[in-house]
């Protein structure tokens, strides 16, 4: 929450400040894209609950890709359930 | 102004109509109903122009209501008992959010076994959630508190939600003679309702957030520094209002009457019977200390008002099972840190609606004469001879 004078009862008029807790640091599992198997259907894209999948142009490729926005995908693993191509694997978090 | 006899809740209803109140929600429930129903008819006859939701039950009525009250509508809800306990997720919230809700609570008691009739269980149940809490002796004064809620409440320096306690049955179904303010009056009196951080499409912003740790305790000290400075206000618009509607509840959070050495501390209608007994001279050297809002305890008033007492009797009609009667606990503790301090007692009457009459108090009062300070005792009303 910002540090500035609170308002009754924590109204925040600061919009957009959840942007700034970078919710990605909970994740236990990270979803990894194959490019290679990743056809851009746009399903996972749908699925995300947090919005963090984006299908857009990737470097190397004329096709757009499924693209995951790390600093706040939680690594529920939906996406990686739901891709028809298995394009979608997960690997443990470690530092 | 001229007064006119009718049902206790059909003054609230007639209020409340006067208020410029734009949201209603509430769930019947005895002895809370005939308030809702009341508004109902008058809702579907045109007779108050708002939005009236009816609701499947207490939780979401209060819901709606701290929904509108977000939204910058002024709003009413009336419960009782089982249907107070149902709100309490929202109670505690609305109070967290310093939404400034009015709520008129019909005192009943709380199962089991089950119960319609009176006591101060439900509404002392809620008594940390942050509420102002405003308990009424009369009918007239239930609507003069109604009025004054809403102003206290939409302060600026407040915003804190507010419960009118009125006793189940004893108020709710009594008919007295009351003057309804008219609504020209009471307009001016209230002015519009303004919330500072209403919710606004074109101003977005977020209302309960997640509060870490620090956030919470910082945001709970605000919360708890709000509710004791309302004293201030309560005190402010008491004046106000005597002052343009010609009606004194002592200094609005505590009301002394008569000056006996010995005073009976009671909220509620109890007050009026205790009241007439003083006048008349049934009650040897007493005094009633009345409390009219519990929340917040008015600490500093009632040690100067008690201290100098040979003798205090508290009346609860409540209790915190395994200890004793919630307002004998604090004004105990009020009183610590005096020298001489009295002999404090504690009779805890008219659970589930058991009548304290004038038997009861006679037998009060005779009984505090000749116990120890610290006695704890629940009268069931067994004890109380009726050939009074």
Known sequence: MPKTKDLPGGIIIDVGSTARNKTGSWRTFRPVVDLEKCTGCGICEKFCPEGCITIKKVKGYDKPKCTIDYDYCKGCLICMEECPFKAISSVVESK | ?388
């Open chain 2, 1 to 388: 102004m001229a007064r006119e006899v009718m049902e206790g809740s059909q003054a609230v209803a007639r209020i409340v109509a006067n208020c410029d109140v734009k949201v209603i929600a509430a769930y019947p429930i005895t002895p809370q109903t005939h308030i809702v129903q009341e508004l109902a008819k008058m809702h579907a006859d045109g007779l108050i122009d708002c939005e009236f939701v009816n609701v499947e039950a207490e939780f979401s009525a209060i819901s709606a209501i701290l929904g509108a009250t977000a939204a910058g509508a002024r709003s009413f809800t009336a419960t009782s008992s089982q249907g107070l306990a149902l709100m309490h997720e929202v109670v505690f919230a609305a109070a967290g959010m310093r939404l400034p809700l009015v709520m008129v609570i019909a005192n009943r008691a709380l199962s089991a076994p089950i119960n319609i009739w009176n006591d101060h269980q439900d509404s002392i149940a809620e008594r940390d959630s942050g509420w102002i809490q405003i308990y009424c002796e009369s009918v007239q004064e239930v609507v003069d508190s109604v009025v004054q809620a809403y102003k206290i409440a939409e302060n600026k320096n407040v915003l804190l939600p507010v419960m009118v306690c009125m006793d189940g049955f004893y108020l709710t179904h009594v008919y007295e003679p009351v003057e309804i303010p008219p609504k020209s009056k009471v307009h001016k009196f209230l002015g519009k309702f303004n919330y500072p951080y209403k919710l606004d499409p074109k101003k977005p912003l977020t209302m309960g957030p997640l509060g870490f740790p620090a956030d919470y305790a910082r945001l709970r000290k605000q919360l708890a520094e709000a509710v004791w400075n309302s004293k201030k206000v309560i005190k402010e618009v008491h004046d106000i209002y005597a002052k343009q509607f010609g009606r004194v509840y002592g200094d609005g959070l505590l009301e002394v009457y008569g000056d006996g050495s010995i005073a009976l501390v009671a909220m509620g209608s109890v007050c009026g019977t205790i009241k007439d007994m003083i006048d008349k001279d049934e009650l040897k050297d007493v005094c009633l200390v009345r409390i009219r809002t519990f929340r917040p305890f008015p600490k500093d008033e009632i040690v100067e008002v008690l201290k100098d007492r040979d003798a205090v009797v508290v009346l609860d009609r409540n209790i915190s099972l395994g200890n004793a009667g919630a307002v004998y606990l604090e004004v105990r503790d009020a009183l610590y840190d005096e020298k001489d301090k009295p002999k404090v007692v504690d009779f805890v009457v008219g659970l589930g609606g058991v009548d304290v009459n004038k038997a009861t108090l006679n037998y009060v009062v005779e009984k505090a004469r000749t116990v120890k300070s610290g006695h704890v005792e629940i009268v069931d009303g067994s004890e109380v001879s009726s050939s009074y």
